[in-house]
């Protein structure tokens, strides 16, 4: 028994050593032992959303990429370049000073450049922008949304609405689709693309924040939608679009004392560009009809004062000698009540009114001459240019 166990401790004894050689110097030799993984705070379920886009013709309700990414590519930016006076101070023509500083200081011009937006509206070329983003440029660059960079030249312009359409030499442009400007309602959205201070293409958003804005002494012809979508520099002639991307208006003019935007952005109606638009894409200029009078609205003080008895309509405080209503009869202190049925309430009424009968036509105008009714029928004339003082 004491031979047994002197064999079986010698064994272990001899089994160790090995096993610690070989863990000490050949422990790849020994087979891997699983490490149990440590203890650790269990992790709170949480609920992940969809990818955005993973269905087939989904639509999220929180962006407008849908709309922008159809209209982009057709806003384009533009870039201008003019020669302009500058001051010289007689010191200039001092030989001496000339001597050193070379002929650049004897310049009388310098190249002035500026920066604005367009809305291609025909894949033929044609763009549409604002009159004075173009205004006696000597050169004009379009950038396309392809990055192309074409020459432009004025087709014809419009400085009564400052409205202006350009052509390039391109074919197959995206061309934006016009969206109903007239059926726009107070609180819609809406979003501005164009190129702001001249750092790219940008969209901002708002909502239409009046209709209808006249008396502003921008244009001529006022009509003008108001929205708090940002505009800056760089953003006239650009797109105003509905929420699905469809051209409603062209942006115009901010109005803010500081030259940066404070909410109050103007755009001329879709409506309104389209027309003037096609007449200067068909013919080069837009005509428009005239009958050669002044206007002034009736406020309930000249009511009372001149005894009119009503405070609708208009009076006629200027007859040009020769014009249209004077050949036709009209007289000052007459008061213009409708023209063909439709009821005058005031002069810019009156003015789209008369401007949106094609010369040679006529006008059926009620009148009230000393608290009688009178109907007269004007041959409307064409507006001339430049414009007369009286409409």
């Known amino acids: 028994m004491r031979r047994l166990w002197i064999i ?56 407008y990429h ?13 870039f201008t370049s003019k020669e302009v006076r500058v001051q010289r101070s007689p010191l200039l023509n001092d030989p001496i ?12 011009t310098q190249r002035a450049t500026s920066l604005g937006s367009g809305v291609v509206v025909s894949s033929g070329g044609y763009i549409l922008t604002n009159n004075h983003v173009v205004e006696a440029a000597d050169e004009i660059e379009v ?21 202006a359409v350009l052509r390039v030499e391109a074919k197959d442009l995206p061309a934006i689709t016009f969206g109903s400007s007239d059926n726009l309602r107070v609180g819609d959205i809406v979003l501005a693309i164009g190129n702001p201070l ?12 009046g209709l209808g804005r006249t008396g502003l002494g921008i244009n001529t012809f006022e009509n003008f939608i108001q929205t708090d979508a940002a505009i800056n520099q760089g953003n006239s002639g650009g797109a105003l679009l509905d929420a699905r991307g469809n051209l409603i208006g062209i942006n115009t003019a901010i109005l803010s004392q500081s030259g940066g935007s404070i909410g109050i952005g103007l755009a001329i109606p879709a409506s309104m560009a389209k027309v003037v638009m096609e007449q200067i894409i068909k013919t080069g200029t837009v005509t428009r009809g005239w009958i050669g009078v ?15 008895g009503t405070s609708r309509g208009v009076i006629i405080n200027e007859v040009l000698r020769g014009g ?3 050949r036709a009869g009209i007289a000052l202190g007459d008061v213009l009540v409708s023209i ?30 000393k608290g009688q009714d009178l109907e007269l029928t004007v041959t409307v004339g064409r507006r001339p240019k430049p414009q007369a003082r009286a409409e």
Do not use: Y
Request: aromatic share 4%; proline share 9%.
């Open 198 to 209: 001249g750092i790219g293409q940008t969209v901002t958003s708002g909502i239409v924040s």
């Open 324 to 326: 249209p209503a004077d």
């Open 340 to 369: 063909d049925g439709k009821q005058t309430s005031d002069p810019q009424g009156v003015l789209n009114a008369v401007t949106g009968i094609s010369p040679g036509g006529t006008a059926k105008l009620m009148l009230k001459r």
């Open 66 to 78: 849908d709309a922008v990414r159809r209209a982009m590519p057709s806003v384009v930016n533009i």
């Open 143 to 163: 950038a396309l949304h392809d990055d192309r960079k074409l020459l432009a030249k004025v087709v014809g312009s419009d400085p009564d609405t400052d409205l």
């Open 8 to 63: 079986f401790s010698q064994t272990a004894t001899i089994c160790l050593a090995v096993l610690f050689v070989v863990s000490t110097l050949k422990p790849e030799w020994l087979p891997s032992r699983p490490v149990p993984a440590p203890e650790s705070t269990p992790v709170a379920t949480v609920q992940q959303e969809a990818q955005p886009g993973a269905t087939t013709g989904s639509v999220r309700p929180d962006s």
């Open 97 to 108: 000073l000339r001597r050193f500083f070379g002929d650049q200081l004897g310049r009388e």
């Open 294 to 308: 002044g206007l002034q609205a009736i406020t309930p003080e000249i009511a009372e004062s001149f005894k009119l």
